[in-house]
């Protein structure tokens, strides 16, 4: 199981978040924090990442405010993630799952393969449901259909494919 030591930038978005983590399996452990990891930054001439901080010690999440100054809304790899919280962001679990996301990136799984890797995490009635969907014209960026995704990802973790 990958334990992560998980910051909160601020008491604030630490009381703001915490309670919503039960969205994320128990196969992910937190030791929950709030203050500042050491972090690096990218690229700073690449205007998506440029002030965005990315935490330096492996097994390390960051979660912070859009009082650093960073265009991207995360990142993760090699046991390491960030994620940045937008004035914007009104709904806690999606940042959760924004969350989750990033730290299946930490752990090698190709959380952006939704849509590519479809025939693989969706159930027959599924891919009805889902054909039937994008039919509506509805997006397919969204919570729903992102949780089945994400524990389809989480379950092939624990089995060994792919990842870390």
């Not at 399996?25 to 690449?46: A, H, L, M, S």
């Not at 901080?53 to 993760?76: E, H, M, N, Q, S």
């Not at 025939?119 to 009805?128: A, C």
């Amino acid at each position: 199981m990958p334990h992560f030591d998980l910051f909160f930038k601020t008491e604030d978005l630490r009381q703001r978040l915490e309670p919503h983590l039960r969205l994320i399996p128990p196969y992910f452990q937190f030791t929950v924090r709030t203050g500042t990891p050491d972090v690096r930054f990218f690229d700073q001439k690449d205007p998506m990442w440029k002030g965005f901080p990315f935490p330096v010690p492996k097994g390390t999440v960051y979660v912070f405010d859009d009082a650093i100054p960073a265009r991207a809304l995360g990142g993760g790899m090699h046991m390491r993630a960030s994620v940045r919280v937008t004035r914007e962001d009104r709904d806690d679990e999606a940042i959760v799952l924004r969350i989750w996301h990033e730290i299946l990136h930490a752990i090698g799984q190709p959380a952006d393969d939704m849509a590519r890797r479809a025939g693989e995490w969706q159930s027959v009635s599924e891919r009805v449901m889902w054909a039937a969907w994008q039919s509506l014209s509805r997006p397919l960026d969204v919570p729903f259909w992102h949780r089945k995704f994400y524990v389809w990802l989480t379950e092939r973790a624990e089995s060994g494919a792919g990842g870390r």
